[in-house]
């Protein structure tokens, strides 16, 4: 799939962005997800989370947020529902250009703007409310990283597990979607 990937971006002159920007593999208790990283587009956020990649921080986090056709949310919490230490939070780069589309990934964030810090989420759908309009706090957006390049069956399995609540939290997967590793393919 990845060699297919770089053939047509390379074939349309793509070069830069085909040799540039890292791949990540996530494995997961539900299989692999294999994901580029935009940082041609968004390279606060990529650099950010590759931080938290190269310094295993997502080993053994999960998946605690899964609503069916809306999104994944991982990189916060451990199975027993702690949250992760944080290293400071990042810009927002939410850009009219880098829509949160089917499978691409973003980073996740409070109703403050700038308030990104480790958590990311997955998109089931074309999340349009989400995409960047406007720079106030209410239209600015989530900023949109990279994209799934291999794996998407995976996500749409994690999307149909069974949620329930843990403690103050709801669209808590029952039983818990675990991010064994994430690391750099290239």
């Not at 962005?17 to 580029?36: S, Y």
């Not at 947020?65 to 400071?88: A, P």
């Not at 880098?98 to 958590?119: E, H, K, L």
């Amino acid at each position: 799939m990845r060699a297919l990937l770089l053939t047509i971006l390379l074939t349309f002159g793509f070069t830069a962005m085909a040799q540039d920007n890292p791949i990540v593999v996530m494995e997961t208790n539900k299989g692999t997800i294999t994901i580029e990283l935009w940082a041609d587009k968004a390279p606060i956020s990529v650099e950010n989370f590759l931080r938290y990649t190269d310094n295993e921080l997502y080993d053994g986090l999960i998946f605690h947020r899964v609503i069916s056709g809306f999104m994944i949310q991982g990189g916060g919490f451990n199975e027993n529902m702690v949250q992760l230490s944080t290293y400071d939070a990042i810009k927002n780069e939410a850009a009219a250009d880098a829509p949160n589309n089917r499978g691409t990934i973003a980073m996740a964030r409070t109703n403050v703007v700038d308030s990104a810090t480790s958590q990311f989420f997955i998109n089931l759908v074309n999340n349009d409310f989400l995409n960047h309009q406007n720079e106030t706090p209410s239209g600015f957006g989530y900023a949109v990283f990279g994209a799934v390049i291999d794996g998407m069956d995976v996500v749409d399995a994690i999307a149909m597990v069974p949620t329930g609540r843990s403690g103050p939290y709801g669209d808590v997967p029952i039983d818990p979607i675990v991010i064994t590793s994430v690391r750099r393919a290239q």
